[in-house]
């Protein structure tokens, strides 16, 4: 150290030290961000950790959940496995295929496990769980998105679930390794300006924390239900037809970015692996195709760039015919006779579209 | 020099030895320059910048003329393989190449010395603050600062880091928030009519520039607070009166390097008229395909070229027609005229450089006259939010924050036309001063779009 000092001048030992107690001023801001990410919170990963288990616990006692917000997920489904009794179906997917449940199938014992931007290996953390538990239903049915292949990392808590349940598969894919993010969040502009916006906005933070738990809680946010199905927002569920087409033209832009539509063949084998898995232990798996606004998939229909979703719809269509599993719904929405107003958005079908189409398919599903 | 290596490697390890091997050929280049005579020299200068363009071309243009190629032979009814590499585009590539050249042209015109230094040659290529994207350095401006000892001094430290402070807030504030509207919009036109091509292309102008401006701030800024001087790289571009003083302001590193290396070397203007006009045409073709292989940027290119060339060509009417309009009496209205005029057709031209293909260039420009009357009747039925969200697919809050950006950074670049504001706040009281500064922290704390968009300049 004082050789390195050595090297320095007096003169820049004084301007050195005025630097830094100018730069100090800065701090305030910094603490100020670090503050208002961990008090406010708004992935709850600081303050709110067991708040997946709360969840699951609730919806185990038969409540629905208010003001909910699909941040930790992945987590709250694994929760909820562990404390639900078995099921006769499980629902697993992405949000749009989150209104599956039991207005389709009163007479059954239904939980939809879906998660936002769900993902293969999503589904491999949960059929891990399932299978650990001993939980594993008599009809499996699995949400199709054009993404299932995407492999960016989750949360740290399922990667050990992923990784057993691959070995059982007899698959060497490795997830990629997944990192804590608390630390490095707590440094986080964007996390910092979704802890603003709750702060400032109606979305207040006493709100987002207390949610209402009863059975008729009131649904003007989202709600997830008891049977894991999702009530939308009233802002979603009040929109006209042609809000919902207005809407729909910048937002699949946004889709089409969101994003990685490519096969991946290593997925590709592990999905296969699991579909076998799943059939050798009794499971009837069946796929689900949630379908898309008309007008989205005109675009994907026509962009070169969403082509790539038409290309991953022939590629799950070719695997059910291959591993003989059954088909429900399509992306294209024209099969429906829709012409636009069963939707929430460019990508959410409204439960009575979602229920229409299951009726449509005779003996769907054959318990 | 470590620290420009980890940089480097950030991205993709293995192309370091693709700026290893330029480096040691150009190295050697430079010093056989100096050491030999007559044609071995011109032997040496030819090798080293053959090597360079060759590795430039494989990366940047292989592909382009390949495809090209092939399509003209299909139209000849003749076989021609349309192999496509798959390869990744080094990063900073055109930049640092370019550079390269630099310094083995000037040592071969004996105004600068081979750098006998291999570790202070390669810094002068791959200083970290200007490699990937300039400003492209001459050796005579930066070899020498590599040999001088750089101390710590409180003012240019903290110049250099108002320098990046304000580069960040014109990329993370300003840029990448107006690159959601364009992206919205350039990424598929055939939802979109005239208002919103006109409205992107406005947007786009500004984000190019407060991307490439920011980075130019942020890299030149940081080599101040290093102890290192670079040269400016945007002086107000969008205040220029004319097309040539628009190139004049404009990426003024690539700019100067094609004229000293490019225009001057086709003869410049010291020759006759319609030679010289060529080479004006020839030059700005050349650095539309420097930006990028693809038929848009080559487009670009000669559609300022012709720019420049029209200007020469009507200069003579348009100062008769000034003069006889009475606008030469009023200097502000025709400079504030000859503004406008120049802003438009460099948004025209932008255009050609953000639209994805000639296909979808040519059918914005197309559009552009059209979706007005739709405009106007839907701002008349429903009002002036609801109208323009139903024809541009935004709303105006949404638009309002872009809007009130771009008036303040107009605002400030036009005070900055008779002083730095720097130094305009030096001489301020401390609060103000403070004010200013948290105010710029704190809007990039709280506007900044976080993770979305890289410098647009990285992909040449």
């Given amino acids: 150290m004082e050789k390195i000092l050595s090297y320095i001048s007096n003169f820049e030992i004084q301007d050195i030290k005025r630097f830094l107690s100018?730069?100090?001023?800065?701090?305030p801001i910094l603490i100020g961000i670090v503050c208002l990410n961990i008090l406010v919170d708004p992935g709850d990963m600081f303050l709110e950790k067991d708040h997946a288990r709360k969840t699951a616990t609730q919806l185990a006692c038969g409540k629905n959940?208010?003001?909910y917000r699909p941040v930790d997920d992945v987590l709250t489904r694994k929760y909820t496995i562990e404390i639900m009794p078995v099921s006769d179906i499980v629902v697993l997917g992405s949000s749009r295929s989150a209104e599956i449940g039991e207005n389709i199938f009163p007479n059954k014992k239904i939980m939809n496990l879906w998660i936002s931007g769900g993902s293969l290996l999503d589904d491999l953390a949960l059929l891990s769980v399932m299978d650990e538990q001993k939980k594993m239903p008599r009809t499996l049915i699995i949400g199709i998105d054009p993404w299932m292949f995407s492999s960016e990392p989750r949360r740290s808590e399922t990667s050990d679930d992923i990784q057993k349940f691959l070995k059982k598969l007899g698959s060497n894919y490795h997830t990629k390794p997944s990192f804590d993010q608390s630390f490095w969040i707590i440094l986080s502009l964007s996390y910092f300006q979704q802890a603003a916006n709750i702060l400032f906005t109606h979305d207040h933070l006493f709100v987002r924390r207390n949610f209402p738990t009863d059975e008729n809680c009131q649904k003007l946010e989202y709600t997830l239900l008891k049977d894991g199905t999702l009530s939308w927002a009233e802002t979603y569920r009040a929109r006209t037809k042609e809000e919902v087409r207005q809407l729909t033209i910048p937002t699949v832009h946004i889709g089409g970015k969101m994003f990685t539509f490519k096969p991946d063949q290593a997925l590709e084998k592990v999905m296969e692996q699991m579909i076998l898995y799943l059939q050798s232990r009794g499971v009837e798996v069946i796929f689900y195709f949630p379908p898309y606004h008309e007008y989205a998939y005109q675009w994907m229909s026509l962009k070169e760039k969403t082509f790539k979703v038409?290309?991953?719809?022939r590629y799950f269509q070719d695997l059910a015919r291959k591993l003989k599993v059954r088909i429900i719904g399509s992306f294209d929405p024209r099969q429906f006779d829709q012409t636009g107003d069963g939707f929430y958005d460019s990508y959410h079908a409204r439960p009575d579209l979602v229920k229409k189409i299951f009726n449509s398919y005779e003996s769907s599903p054959k318990f | 020099m470590g620290a420009s290596c980890l940089f480097y490697m950030w991205f993709i390890p293995k192309y370091i030895f693709i700026l290893f091997f330029l480096i040691l050929i150009d190295y050697c280049a430079g010093i056989f320059i100096e050491d030999t005579q007559g044609r071995a020299r011109q032997c040496w200068l030819v090798v080293s910048i053959a090597s360079t363009c060759i590795v430039l071309f494989f990366f940047k243009y292989f592909n382009f003329f390949n495809q090209n190629l092939a399509a003209i032979g299909h139209f000849l009814g003749l076989s021609y393989p349309d192999h496509v590499f798959e390869i990744i585009l080094p990063i900073g590539l055109s930049f640092h190449t370019f550079q390269s050249l630099s310094y083995v042209i000037e040592v071969y015109k004996g105004r600068q010395k081979a750098e006998r230094h291999l570790g202070i040659y390669a810094l002068y290529v791959m200083f970290y603050p200007q490699l990937v994207s300039g400003p492209i350095e001459r050796p005579q401006h930066m070899l020498f600062q590599f040999r001088e000892k750089h101390y710590f001094e409180y003012r240019r430290v903290t110049d250099?880091?108002?320098?990046m402070a304000w580069g960040m807030f014109k990329k993370i504030v300003i840029?990448?928030?107006?690159?959601?509207?364009?992206?919205?919009?350039?990424t598929d036109p055939s939802l979109y009519h005239g208002p919103a091509f006109v409205m992107a292309t406005i947007f786009f102008a500004f984000q190019i520039y407060c991307d490439f401006s920011g980075y130019s701030d942020i890299a030149i800024g940081a080599a101040q607070v290093m102890g290192f001087r670079l040269m400016d790289n945007f002086n107000r571009p969008y205040f220029s009166k004319s097309i040539s003083e628009f190139w004049r302001r404009w990426h003024i590193s690539l700019s100067s390097w094609f004229k000293d290396y490019v225009y001057i070397s086709l003869g410049g203007n010291r020759c006759v008229r319609w030679r010289w006009q060529m080479n004006i045409f020839l030059t700005f073709l050349l650095s539309g395909m420097w930006h990028g292989a693809n038929w848009t940027f080559f487009i670009w290119g000669a559609l300022n070229g012709f720019y420049l060339i029209f200007g020469i060509w009507s200069a003579y009417i348009r100062n008769k027609l000034s003069q006889s309009i009475g606008l030469t009496r009023q200097p502000k209205l025709l400079k504030f005229w000859q503004a406008g005029v120049t802003f438009s057709l460099i948004c025209f031209s932008w255009i050609f450089f953000r639209a994805k293909d000639i296909h979808d260039a040519f059918y914005?420009?197309?559009q552009l006259p059209k979706g007005w009357g739709e405009l106007l009747e839907h701002i008349s039925t429903q009002g002036i939010g609801k109208g323009i969200y139903g024809c541009l697919g935004f709303g105006t809050r949404q638009l309002i924050l872009p809007l009130l950006l771009l008036v303040s950074l107009n605002a400030v670049e036009a005070v900055q036309r008779h002083n730095n504001i720097r130094h305009m706040f030096a001489g301020k009281p401390a609060w103000l001063r403070w004010s200013f500064y948290y105010g710029i922290v704190l809007s990039m704390v709280f506007l900044g779009v976080y993770?979305?968009?890289?410098?647009?300049?990285?992909?040449?």
């Fill in chain 2, 451 to 460: 993770g979305k968009n890289s410098f647009i300049y990285f992909q040449f």
């Fill in chain 2, 364 to 366: 914005i420009v197309s």
């Fill in chain 1, 22 to 27: 100018k730069a100090a001023r800065f701090f």
């Fill in chain 1, 65 to 67: 959940i208010g003001n």
């Fill in chain 1, 310 to 313: 038409l290309e991953m719809d």
């Fill in chain 2, 175 to 186: 840029a990448d928030r107006l690159a959601i509207f364009v992206n919205e919009i350039y």
């Fill in chain 2, 160 to 163: 250099g880091l108002k320098l």
